[in-house]
Structures are given as structure tokens and as C-alpha cells.
């Protein structure tokens, strides 16, 4: 079965160094998402890819968060620099759009941030 | 803004027992998803329903989408601790198609 790659796994870093995530979505998917989770909660979006072009980037804290998928593929999401509150779990989902409605989405097993 | 209020937010039963979860919202979505995330994990797409009224089962979990599509139910039969998992409803509304999150229900199924 197609499944979303993400790594790493997970990641410690200390506060105002860069970290990155990388995303493979499924082959197809034209839609690739960013989102964060706190713990307990439901995922938060942080963008939204359509191809290269990005569709929604309206919650990402643009100051220190940077999305990009060069080629319509694969997508890297940075974090430069880390604050203690970026500690929580990222994840890369993509999905394919019906006509008229959304058939949902694969997440990949996610990236959990703790920072120091 | 718009919101997917789920409930109950949390879920502590013994194996064996029913359970329903409700999803609701005063807007009208184009479709509905259910998701099962389990710890460490992200979050894995059980089923979309479309249609209101609709209601599809796999296997011991039945899954309503209200008439006025509003609002869905996910009912658990027999539950079993590979159940326990943060349960989500999400969907995308009619007219913004923006894809919204529930506030997640954390269900437990003890031995």
C-alpha cells in the first residue's frame, strides 16, 4: 500500500539552531500538507502545496518557518530558529481531490520535535 | 470561525462495551472523514462519507453522516483495546472547501 515517507523519525535540537523535515508524498498526489500537532489535539495546517505552488501558508510563522517543493514532489519544511514551543509532532500528508469533494488524506508517521 | 466540535473528549471503557462519538458543526461539509491515530503515529483515514444520511460500516465501527450534513457519529460495537487511539473527525465545507479538524476524542479500552 502507498504510504507518505517522512524523516526524521525523530529530533532533538537545541533552541535557535535550523531544523528541517523532508516529505515523499504519494505518486500522484498533487496536494501536499505541513501540519503541527500538539499532543492530544487535532493537527494544526501550517501550508498547503498544489504542485510547486503553495495554496495556503496563512498559519505558518513565516519569521522563522519555511516551506518549499522545488519539483512538485517531495517538500522540505524548515525551522530556523527553533523555539522551545516548536516542540510538538509534524506532519506530511498528501491527498488527491475529487470533483466535488475531498476523499481524505494520507498522513505520513509524522516527525517528533523536541527542542531544548 | 469554523469549528468541528467533538464529543465526548475523552473515553474510558472496558473491552466489550458499545460506545458512539459524536462529530458536529453548524456548517455543512462536502464530505466527512473518520481518522484512528494511535500514539507516535499519524493519524490513519478510516472512511469518508459524502452523502446525508449515509452510513457505512467496517467491520465492528458504523459510521453516520447526518441528513443536513452537518454532523457524523462514528459507534464502536464490542470494542477491543486495539481500538484504544485519538479519534478524528475532519472535513472540508461546502462553498470554502477548507479542510477542518475536529477536537479529537481519546478513547481507552481496558483489558
Known amino acids: 500500500e502507498a504510504e507518505v515517507a517522512q524523516s526524521p523519525r525523530y529530533k532533538i535540537t537545541e533552541k535557535s539552531q535550523a531544523v528541517a523535515f523532508w516529505c515523499d508524498p504519494i505518486s500522484g498526489h498533487a496536494t501536499l500538507y505541513w501540519y503541527r500537532q500538539i499532543l492530544g489535539q487535532g493537527p494544526e495546517l501550517l501550508v498547503q502545496f498544489q504542485d510547486e505552488s503553495v495554496v495556503d501558508d496563512s498559519q505558518l510563522p513565516k519569521d522563522r518557518f519555511s516551506a518549499e517543493r522545488l519539483k512538485g514532489v517531495d517538500s522540505t519544511l524548515k525551522i530556523q530558529p527553533a523555539e522551545l514551543g516548536d516542540s510538538a509532532m509534524y506532519l506530511c500528508?498528501?491527498?488527491?481531490?475529487?470533483?466535488?469533494?475531498?476523499?481524505?488524506?494520507?498522513f505520513g508517521s509524522g516527525t517528533r520535535l523536541t527542542v531544548v | 470561525t469554523q469549528l468541528l466540535e467533538q464529543s465526548p473528549q475523552f473515553l474510558s471503557i472496558q473491552e466489550g462495551e458499545n460506545l458512539t462519538v459524536y462529530c458536529n458543526s453548524s456548517s455543512v461539509f462536502s464530505s466527512l472523514q473518520w481518522y484512528r491515530q494511535e500514539p507516535g503515529e499519524g493519524p490513519v483515514l478510516l472512511v469518508t462519507?459524502?452523502?446525508?444520511?449515509e452510513v457505512k460500516k467496517l467491520k465492528r465501527l458504523t459510521f453516520q453522516f447526518g441528513d443536513a450534513r452537518k454532523d457524523s457519529s462514528l459507534h464502536i460495537t464490542a470494542a477491543q483495546p486495539g481500538d484504544t487511539g485519538l479519534y478524528l473527525c475532519a472535513g472540508d465545507t461546502s462553498g470554502t472547501y477548507k479542510y477542518i479538524f475536529g477536537t479529537g476524542t481519546r478513547l481507552k479500552v481496558l483489558a
Open positions: 500528508a498528501s491527498s488527491r481531490m475529487g470533483a466535488n469533494y475531498n476523499y481524505g488524506y494520507t
Open positions: 462519507v459524502v452523502t446525508g444520511g
